[in-house]
């Protein structure tokens, strides 16, 4: 099971939000618009993207890592690296 089965309708809607204003940014496009306002919306639709991001690893955290390490095992430390890398992944984006 997934961390965000219980709410996947909400996760849904928010990534809907966010195509929404990806598609925002080809109509400013298509339309020629100024390019700072453009670069506007680049960092809104970025900041989107980033808080979405931060979300998922939270709830990874809190629900398959947390799982996985009170199990103990292999899989503990196979879902810490995993988060470990994911972490290291936002960072360099």
């Known amino acids: 099971m997934v961390s965000y089965s219980n709410h996947k309708d909400d996760v ?4 809907r939000r966010i195509e929404g204003q990806v598609r925002g940014l080809q109509r400013m496009v298509e339309n020629d618009t100024y390019c700072i ?29 947390r799982d996985a390490v009170a199990e103990g095992g292999a899989e503990g430390d196979v879902k810490l690296k ?6 290291a992944r936002l960072v360099r984006s």
Do not use: G, N, P, Y
């Open 12 to 15: 849904l809607k928010r990534l």
């Open 37 to 65: 306002d453009v670069l506007t919306q680049v960092s809104a639709t970025t900041r989107a993207l980033q808080s979405f991001a931060l979300q998922m690893l939270d709830e990874h955290m809190a629900c398959c890592v």
């Open 82 to 87: 995993e988060a470990s890398d994911a972490i």
